[in-house]
């Protein structure tokens, strides 16, 4: 991707169209869907149909030259796009992830540099999961200061969109020796932004997920690579004051999922109106028979009330936003997980629900209907929700904040 493939996003740019432009990308992608998941087909074209779209530009502040779109209509972009396709979908997520990290942590030149290569159609991909036994709060990838800025090692995972990506955001511990940045943990990260094409930057695309197929959450190795000092930004920092980047975060996974489940629902649908009736029904047609009924009305409250919440905890992400406080702010987080557990219930009750309506022809090979199951297993895995509904539950009863983290 580069300069040459993107439209300048204008700040004008209302939610419909925005909207309008989500759900043209998501028919697109959706026409061609189920082959490039059976082939593991990689989109490329379809990552710069995302680029030329201006749609990674939306979430620039407007004092950026950006259009600085809702969280609100942000999930609803991303909810279209996983309708569509939800490995396509995925693929930017981290892209937001980290404008908004560079929103909450950037110098001015910093942001003036990258939000200017975000609206020329830069795509922003994350490394930052590790591997083995260390605490989840130590990146073994450490950023060490040199004379002409730092360099950095290590190996990062499950790096998704990093092949698609300009820049890939290297999440690592600062040494020692760094200076500069606060000590706000025992170990302070950063954000290292590296562009692909850097000498010692290798990205493998050895994903072999059963879901998201096309994800290319590969691994990212690092070899003693070079990183200018006015590409770091502080990370640690992030949790040390209330802030919506967790909310915000975790408000696009949940998108997602309810993408899935949107979709699921209606390809059930579709099924069912192809379905042969149960003989004990006496109804002519599968979609009379009532036991049928009630299944995919059953279906419809969990997948509608998943919708439902996601565009109310959108709403509590930008109200916390205008006005961040201890309580508004982990009042986000709570909000962005109820919907979480709703969305991930909804998407693996619909993606399973949809055999039952479709019968025994839905489950031929041929129709791929299982990679419904396949991407909303495999993306729920991301952040289980177990946690998620202790959070609530505390909340619930004692009015007790959850952590301050990336997944809440």
């Known amino acids: 991707m580069g300069s040459s ?11 419909a169209e925005v909207l309008d432009t989500a759900d043209r990308l998501a028919r697109a992608f959706r026409t061609d869907a189920s082959r490039r998941d059976a082939d593991r087909d990689l989109p490329h074209e379809q990552v ?85 036994p260390h605490p989840i709060s130590v990146d073994t990838t450490v950023l060490v200061p040199g004379p002409d800025g730092y360099t950095v090692s290590g190996r990062k995972y499950y790096s998704t969109g990093a092949l698609y990506a300009d820049w890939i955001v290297v999440r690592a511990s600062l040494s020692d020796s760094a200076d500069g940045f606060e000590a706000t943990t025992a170990t302070p990260k950063a954000l290292a932004f590296v562009p692909r094409d850097t000498p010692g930057l290798t990205i493998t695309d050895d994903w072999d997920g059963m879901g998201q197929r096309t994800t290319a959450s590969g691994t990212v190795l690092l070899d003693n690579v070079n990183v200018p000092t006015e590409h770091v930004v502080p990370f640690s920092g992030i949790f040390s004051r209330p802030t919506t980047y967790g909310a915000r975060a975790q408000l696009l996974h949940t998108a997602l999922d309810v993408g899935i489940a949107s979709a699921a629902l209606d390809e059930g649908i579709r099924q069912a109106h ?56 982990a009042e986000a987080s709570i909000a962005v997980a109820t919907a979480k557990v709703a969305a991930t219930r909804a998407s693996l009750e619909a993606s399973t629900v949809l055999f ?12 791929n209907l299982a990679r419904y199951w396949r991407d909303a297993r495999t993306h729920t895995l991301h952040d289980a929700i177990r946690w998620k509904v202790q959070h609530i539950g505390r909340w619930t009863l004692s009015g007790e904040h959850p952590p301050r983290h990336g997944q809440i």
Do not use: C
């Open 356 to 367: 039952e309506l479709g019968g025994t022809r839905s489950a031929s090979h041929a129709g």
């Open 5 to 15: 493939v993107a439209s300048s996003p204008s700040r004008e740019i209302t939610t």
């Open 48 to 132: 710069r149909d995302i680029a030329r779209s201006g749609l990674l530009a939306w979430s620039v502040p407007h004092e950026y030259g950006g259009p600085d779109v809702s969280a609100t209509t942000l999930a609803e972009v991303f909810r279209l796009l996983a309708s569509g396709d939800p490995s396509v979908a995925q693929i930017p997520q981290s892209h937001f992830t980290y404008l908004e990290a560079l929103r909450l942590q950037g110098t001015p030149e910093q942001k003036a540099f990258f939000y200017g290569e975000v609206l020329a159609g830069k795509m922003l991909a994350n490394a930052q999961s590790e591997r083995g």
């Open 274 to 329: 192809r379905a042969r009736p149960h003989f004990e029904s006496n109804a002519e047609r599968a979609v009379e028979d009532p036991l049928l009924i009630q299944i995919a009305g059953d279906l419809t409250v969990s997948v509608r009330a998943a919708q439902a919440l996601l565009k109310e905890a959108g709403r509590v992400v930008d109200g916390a936003g205008r006005d961040t406080t201890e309580d508004s702010a």
